[in-house]
């Protein structure tokens, strides 16, 4: 950011200049424009580098403008307030799932309004320096003034791409769940290290994560695992990784290291924020405790306390074992189990399967939404966006932004 010394410097030395963005008659105006700074690129003369998504012709200056509308601030301030009106009612706190879900979603665009504004007044301020610095032809602000504006770039296209992201449930929690393909220990290697992969990136983006169930494979890697992604926009985001991945490497589990394909599949599910979504009737439910498999400890293996809900009128069947506790691991399978049944009520509301999950395929060649290559040669591509990168192990390492943000974006206007 341009130092603060420096800007009041500038502003002292030019506060009197009539027609200067700091005079009497002028000041604010440039401050309360309500086009970002990207979007006066046209007005400098400095060596300024400007991304070429950001560079606007002065043809399309009052497009440019026009466009800005569309992050309506004051409408967010007055959703803000109709909520925190709710708030205060009284029996606000009788159903606390619910309450909760408000007082995120009243957190979310408090954030949201500051951000914008923040983004407004960073805005304004580089506009004046830029204009000051043109006209003294002061080319020492020159990289100040980059790395000022690379930084409200890059934070202007991560929230307009929040802007796609406007459906019912994409400012949820996520539940995501891993089914190893066939191929037996290399699939299920694979499914492994998609958990893994998926793991890194919800670090990297802040999100808590929890394991809710995983079942080990018979030499390596894992059978199928279900974790809770808990962010804002987390299951937005992860829309964009529901189906099936594709994986091509030397083998390590074969002994003539040859090359094999190995499938997984990812879906992706809203959590259900209040019991009022999603009505289950305990009648409708057969609860089976048994003991837990896998790798679990002499604890696990000694008591029963994996869980098996199965919801009788839809035939769901939800098993969580990932616990020591059996009413953790109960908690667990009744939070998928909402978290299922909910899709399943969006679905027959829309009377299309691809509402959330998409349409339901099998976890092998000719159905991969993305392929990563690890021999002859280092790739991974997504088929939907043709998107792809030779940083094979940056992506496994949780670098999935870039591919999230092609998704994302080549949805704009489909929905």
Not at 25 to 40: I, S, W
Not at 353 to 360: S, V
Not at 375 to 389: G, N, S
Request: hydrophobic share 35%; proline share 3%; charged share 30%.
């Amino acid at each position: 950011m341009v130092s603060k010394e420096r800007y009041l410097r500038y502003a002292s030395e030019h506060k009197h200049r009539e027609g200067g963005p700091f005079c009497r008659t002028n000041f604010g105006r440039t401050r309360g424009c309500a086009t970002p700074l990207p979007l006066r690129a046209g007005r400098s003369r400095l060596n300024i580098r400007w991304p070429a998504s950001r560079k606007r012709s002065p043809q399309s200056a009052s497009a440019s403008a026009t466009s800005w509308c569309v992050f309506d601030i004051p409408k967010l301030e007055q959703q803000a307030k109709q909520l925190e009106e709710t708030s205060a009612q009284p029996g606000f706190w009788d159903d606390g799932i619910a309450a909760q879900a408000t007082m995120k979603r009243l957190s979310s665009l408090n954030a949201r309004v500051e951000t914008w504004r923040g983004l407004e007044r960073r805005s304004g301020d580089a506009s004046e320096l830029i204009e000051l610095a043109t006209a003294d032809s002061d080319e020492g602000l020159t990289e100040e003034l980059q790395q000022e504006v690379d930084g409200m770039v890059a934070e202007l296209d991560k929230l307009e791409l929040e802007l796609t992201l406007s459906g019912k449930y994409d400012r949820r929690d996520a539940i995501l769940a891993i089914h190893a393909g066939a191929g037996g220990t290399e699939s299920q290697d694979w499914a492994e290290m998609l958990l893994r992969m998926y793991l890194r990136w919800a670090d990297k983006q802040g999100f808590e994560t929890s394991v809710l169930d995983s079942t080990s494979g018979e030499e390596a890697g894992i059978k199928s695992a279900t974790i809770e992604v808990r962010g804002e926009l987390a299951y937005g985001y992860l829309t964009s990784e529901r189906g099936v991945h594709r994986l091509v490497r030397l083998s390590p589990f074969d002994s003539d290291h040859s090359r094999h394909t190995s499938f997984a599949l990812v879906e992706v599910l809203p959590e259900a924020e209040s019991a009022a979504e999603v009505k289950i009737e305990p009648d409708d439910l057969r609860i089976d405790i048994y003991r837990a498999s896998g790798h679990g400890g002499q604890h696990v293996q000694k008591n029963s306390t994996a869980i098996r809900i199965t919801h009788l009128p839809t035939g769901l069947v939800v098993i969580c074992q990932n616990e020591r506790s059996q009413s953790r691991n109960k908690e667990s399978a009744l939070k998928v189990l909402e978290a299922r049944l909910l899709e399943k009520e969006v679905e027959r509301q829309a009377e299309k399967r691809e509402k959330l999950k998409g349409e339901h395929v099998a976890a092998g060649w000719g159905n991969q939404i993305r392929s990563y290559v690890l021999h002859p040669y280092k790739m991974v591509k997504d088929h939907r966006t043709d998107y792809e990168v030779s940083n094979a192990e940056g992506v496994l390492e949780g670098d999935l932004d870039p591919f999230i943000t092609a998704y994302l974006k080549s949805k704009i206007g489909s929905k």
